[in-house]
């Protein structure tokens, strides 16, 4: 199965701040997405990254806070800008295998702390 | 819109004794239905899916759940659990194949000795 590298793994980052997540497949996928892991909670789904088009956000998520980008179909970051404290999570890549039939992998996550 | 619900937020089984996690599912058509483990600190793991077919599904660590359309759920079972397999357990669910995946709350297993 596809194997996804993320990183950085975690980061302390200023209030005000913003980070790029690099997610990184070693094949060619077509659906790419971001998941936001609150402390103590499930995965929610932040954005589908669109290889060669924007991002399509969920339900009170917007391009602005979270810009989104997928130059092609290994490759795709995601952005958390002007962090708060409440940005402070486990963000997230994941990707469908062979076009899903063979489930969906994640990446081994970024653990964020804003201070 | 699908959703995913995973009525037991925390359960506790001693060692060796079978397991029950349930999982409902809410949509018209049939899912995509997954498993995913994740352990203290680690990321997710699929331990299985369920696409069409056969019903009954047998993952990974000895794990099998079975699909029931007319329930709309996607129980897992194990027949006996180890210390390891203290874990957060979700359900999840897709519209299609190649789709966004919703995820459930979690059910977090413990395990007692």
């Known amino acids: 199965s596809a194997v996804i590298s993320q990183k950085p793994s975690r980061d302390i980052c200023q209030r005000g701040t913003s980070l790029t997540i690099q997610c990184q497949v070693d094949?060619?996928?077509?659906?790419m997405f971001w998941y936001r892991q609150q402390p103590g909670q499930s995965l929610t789904l932040i954005a589908t990254?669109?290889?060669?088009?924007?991002?399509?956000?969920e339900s009170g998520f917007v391009i602005d806070k979270f810009p989104i980008s997928r130059p092609n179909l290994t490759f795709s970051t995601l952005t958390v800008s002007n962090m708060s404290p409440e940005d402070s999570s486990i963000y997230l890549c994941?990707?469908?295998?062979?076009?899903?039939?063979?489930?969906?992998?994640f990446g081994s996550g970024t653990r964020l702390t804003v201070v | 819109a699908q959703s995913v619900t995973q009525p037991d937020i925390h359960i506790t089984v001693s060692e060796g004794a079978s397991l029950e996690l349930r999982c409902n599912y809410s949509?018209?058509?049939?899912?995509?239905l997954f498993w995913y483990v994740q352990s203290p600190g680690q990321g997710l793991q699929l331990l299985l899916k369920?696409?069409?077919?056969?019903?009954l599904v047998q993952g990974i660590k000895g794990f099998e759940a079975e699909f029931k359309r007319s329930q709309s759920s996607f129980n897992l079972r194990k027949p006996s659990v180890h210390w390891s397999d203290a874990a957060e357990y979700f359900c999840?669910?897709?519209?299609?194949?190649?789709?966004?995946?919703?995820f459930g709350k979690g059910t977090r297993l413990h395990i007692l000795p």
């Open positions: 999840a669910v897709a519209p299609n194949r190649d789709d966004k995946i919703i």
């Open positions: 094949s060619q996928v077509t659906m």
């Open positions: 949509y018209g058509a049939t899912p995509y």
């Open positions: 369920y696409f069409s077919g056969d019903t």
């Open positions: 990254a669109n290889q060669g088009s924007e991002a399509t956000y």
């Open positions: 994941s990707a469908g295998v062979d076009r899903g039939r063979a489930g969906y992998t």
